[in-house]
């Protein structure tokens, strides 16, 4: 190995931009606003993280759902930062939990309750078909699967797609799907 040379900045005005904007409609290919985990690394979390740490983690970090994974590091289902309000913390309290206790296992929706597009289907769907498929769930978030080969594959964002779009959504304000469709509409 060798050191590079570094260089003063001064001179430098001008940022470099991508070549080529894209440009996202509901016409535009479904995978288009995927988080694809073969090209992206998910957010994770094991499920015995302490409530509270991993609360202040996704405020510092701005992440609003992370997978949680059990002992063996394998898909348990995912926590947001909607389940880990301090409403929901102290009726765990109340019910007899120590605050320091609780864990995201606590909080987790299990995958048992979870529902997700299929891969596959994506290929030949568009954006509207994906908002118009989630408008009435409710979820801030829709994982995808990959069923042939029985992996998460990705996770779709109602906050991701409302950016992409553009649109006037408060993603501090935990937009759903329905949120995002009422303004399309509009």
């Known amino acids: 190995m060798h050191t590079l040379p570094l260089y003063k900045t001064e001179q430098i005005d001008k940022l470099a931009w991508p070549t080529v904007q894209r440009q996202i409609s509901l016409h535009s290919p479904?995978?288009?606003i995927v988080t694809d985990f073969t090209e992206q690394t998910p957010q994770v979390i094991d499920y015995d993280t302490a409530a509270v740490a991993l609360e202040s983690l996704m405020k510092h970090s701005h992440v609003k759902?992370?997978?949680v994974l059990d002992k063996h590091q394998q898909f348990a289902g995912i926590v947001t930062l909607a389940d880990l309000t301090e409403q929901r913390i102290l009726q765990k309290v109340a019910s007899g939990i120590e605050r320091h206790e609780l864990t995201a296992q606590d909080f987790m929706q299990p995958k048992t309750a979870l529902q997700s597009f299929d891969y596959a289907q994506l290929v030949n769907a568009r954006v509207g078909d994906v908002v118009e498929t989630l408008k009435d769930n409710g979820q801030h978030h829709c994982l995808v699967t990959d069923r042939g080969a029985h992996e998460i594959r990705g996770v779709i964002?109602?906050?991701d797609i409302a950016r992409t779009?553009?649109?006037p959504l408060d993603i501090y304000a935990q937009p759903s799907f329905s949120a995002l469709s009422r303004i399309l509409a509009a």
Request: hydrophobic share 60%; charged share 15%.
């Open 30 to 32: 479904a995978l288009s």
């Open 165 to 167: 779009l553009r649109l």
């Open 157 to 159: 964002s109602v906050s």
């Open 65 to 67: 759902m992370k997978i």
